[in-house]
T-cell receptor, first 115, second 110 residues
């Protein structure tokens, strides 16, 4: 068990550019979550997968954000045409959802800075 | 609307000075309440899950309790290494997402 891995750890980009982040969950975990966190705030839900199916997406999530989880393993989060307001820590978490006793294991996050 | 509120926002304690952090919640149907610890620049680390009112969990100097409206994280005789942000989250029966509070930033002074 190597934990949840996120890459890159840091990303600096210019406004208008596209960025993609990767998350490798704990291998036997079937659920994968993406959260966004800004300084002094708690993590904000973005989207959630069960295996390869994207089951929930935040109503607040812009159409510029898209996530995939091909084959139910790793996941990618893409932000198109980045804006300065997208600057945040993007956290990935995975869990083994079973019988309501679920707990999230988080990665160390990708810190995005949009200049 | 489901809400999670944590207080205080920040707490400074002398080493050995016990205290409690509060998490109050308003949700349509509580599936579970979670406490996490987060160190700067890292992702949250799981501490406890509580499922029903009256439940208590303990780990070293930390003890979490749950009522129908709030949860407390009690810290007994804290040490400087307990300094971190403590986050509370709830999961409801209406969806699978977890709602997080804004956290309490704890500083323990030697």
């Amino acid at each position: 068990d190597t934990g949840v891995s996120q890459n890159p750890r840091h990303k600096i980009t210019k406004r208008g550019q596209n960025v993609t982040f990767r998350c490798d969950p704990i291998s036997e975990h079937n659920r994968l979550y993406w959260y966004r966190q800004t300084l002094g705030q708690g993590p904000e839900f973005l989207t959630y997968f069960q295996n390869e199916a994207q089951l929930e997406k935040s109503r607040l999530l812009s159409d510029r954000f898209s996530a995939e989880r091909p084959k139910g393993s790793f996941s990618t989060l893409e932000i198109q045409r980045t804006e300065q307001g997208d600057s945040a820590m993007y956290l990935c978490a995975s869990s083994l959802g079973a019988g309501g006793h679920e707990k999230l294991f988080f990665g160390s996050g990708t810190q995005l800075s949009v200049l | 609307e489901d809400q999670v509120t944590q207080s205080p926002e920040a707490l400074r304690l002398q080493e050995g000075e016990s205290s409690s952090l509060n998490c109050s919640y308003t949700v349509s149907g509580l599936r579970g309440l979670f406490w996490y610890r987060q160190d700067p620049g890292k992702g949250p680390e799981f501490l406890f899950t509580l499922y029903s009112a009256g439940e208590e969990k303990e780990k070293e100097r930390l003890k979490a309790t749950l009522t129908k409206k709030e949860s407390f994280l009690h810290i007994t005789a804290p040490k400087p290494e307990d300094s971190a942000t403590y986050l509370c989250a709830v999961q409801t029966y209406t969806g699978n997402q977890f709602y997080f509070g804004t956290g309490t930033s704890l500083t323990v002074i030697p």
